[in-house]
């Protein structure tokens, strides 16, 4: 009875952070559209402001599903701020580890603390890595634009352009 009600307490507790990613919270980084589909000449559901809070659903290739209000709807990943994606160093051993992989908080915060979680390139998934395979003929086709630098300086001639000097901008 007892193994039952741990068994089924872990089971509980593994599957939460499922439910919770499958609820992430993002915001619009930018004022864009909602689309009906994942795709560029959809149907526009509503415009989306800059900072608008949207509730992730799914994700497809570089589309993410979401609810803003009562639409749902596709808006582009690089639309979107993830704040899961700044984590909060917690110092507490492994049990925080797992918490922040997770997504949980807890422990320290503040500037000192924080550390940047990078996941890789926004809508692609480590499933889409891993059955991506190499095309070597798609990479023949990109080194043939490749220019050298007697091309591009015979090219800048031809089109009149005259090169900029642009100073680094002062840090804070």
């Known amino acids: 009875m007892i193994r039952s009600l741990l068994a089924a307490i872990l089971a509980i507790g593994l599957l939460l952070p499922c439910v919770a990613s499958a609820q992430e919270q993002a915001f619009a980084n930018r004022a864009t559209e909602l689309k009906d589909r994942p795709s560029f000449d959809g149907r526009t559901v509503s415009p989306v402001p800059d900072g608008t809070a949207v509730k992730v659903l799914s994700r497809q290739g570089g589309w ?3 609810e803003m209000g009562a639409n749902k709807g596709w808006i ?3 639309h979107l701020r993830f704040p899961s994606t ?3 160093s917690s110092g507490g051993g492994a049990l925080s580890g797992l918490t922040s992989i997770f997504g949980f908080g807890g422990g320290k915060r503040g500037p000192e603390s924080s550390k940047v979680a990078t996941i890789g390139i926004r809508g692609l998934t480590p499933e889409d890595f891993q059955s991506s395979s190499p095309d ?3 990479l023949r086709k990109l080194q043939s634009y490749r220019s050298d630098k007697a091309s591009a300086e015979r090219f800048a001639k031809e089109a009149k352009l005259a090169p900029v000097r642009i100073d680094y901008a002062k840090g804070s």
Request: hydrophobic letters at 50%; aromatic letters at 8%; charged letters at 15%.
């Open 64 to 66: 993410t599903q979401v």
């Open 136 to 138: 070597p003929a798609a």
């Open 76 to 78: 582009r990943v690089f």
């Open 86 to 88: 700044v984590e909060q």
